[in-house]
């Protein structure tokens, strides 16, 4: 088992140089990601470390995707600094701490709050750079007003597709390889993340777009109130 746990830690380590020379990371990035990475392993395993590596490999793909076609409004030019990763990383960090505070108890539910963070920036993902990209016609989230392709808060039917999308395969690859959970928490993380990208939205139409807030704060709410809606479905059902 530990070494096991040595070798995810290498390949975590190898993962982070990787991706600052493919330029998906900036340095400080990188680093913050090993932490996030860490914590993730050492304190919920390598399920849930799992749904984080799919939720970076297949975000950074995209990202950089979005950002070589003349549609996209991406200024970090696909470049993901230390801003980005607490940004989607921040509530992993967060809860992977209080975890460790707690010991055992409630280690559980917090994994699936972990879990449904990851959904939801994976949902957040999905939509921003595929519908930014495939999108057609553009609103604001939650008016419905006209909106532009980039513009802060704007969604799009190819978006909201993509965001279900993006939260279903995280919920989908913890359910497949946790074999004793159930489809409950399927369906919980599943709607928390795409709750979470719909919040993301929302603040982006709102505050962000009025300059309230940046967009790794409203990353960083988006993934909190995922992990919120996750733990009170939970409670409640």
């Given amino acids: ?109 917090l994994e699936i709050m972990v879990v449904a963070s990851i959904a939801a920036a994976c949902s957040d993902t999905f939509a921003s750079e595929i519908g930014q990209r495939l999108g057609n016609k553009f609103v604001y989230f939650p008016s419905l007003k006209e909106a532009h392709r980039g513009e802060d808060g704007a969604i799009s039917l190819e978006g909201i597709v993509a965001a279900i999308i993006g939260s279903s395969i995280i919920s989908l690859l913890y359910f497949v390889l946790i074999f004793n959970v159930g489809f409950k928490v399927f369906l919980i993380v599943t709607i928390s993340g795409f709750s979470g990208n719909l919040v993301d939205s929302l603040l982006g139409a709102t505050l962000e777009r009025n300059g309230y807030l940046n967009k790794h704060t409203v990353n960083f709410l988006c993934t909190m109130s995922a992990a919120m809606f996750s733990m009170l479905m939970l409670l409640i059902f």
Avoid: H
């Fill in 1 to 109: 088992m530990v070494n096991i746990l040595y070798l995810f830690i290498l390949l975590l380590a190898v993962g982070a140089l990787l991706s600052v020379f493919l330029k998906w990371l900036t340095p400080g990035g990188a680093v913050l990601a090993f932490v996030c990475g860490a914590l993730i392993l050492f304190e919920f395993g390598g399920v849930a470390f799992m749904t984080l590596a799919f939720f970076f490999l297949f975000g950074s793909v995209l990202s950089k995707w979005s950002y070589r076609s003349y549609l996209s409004a991406d200024s970090d030019k696909g470049v993901r600094g230390w801003q980005n990763v607490l940004g989607n990383g921040g509530v992993i960090i967060l809860i992977s701490v209080i975890s460790i505070i707690l010991k055992s108890e409630y280690k559980f539910i």
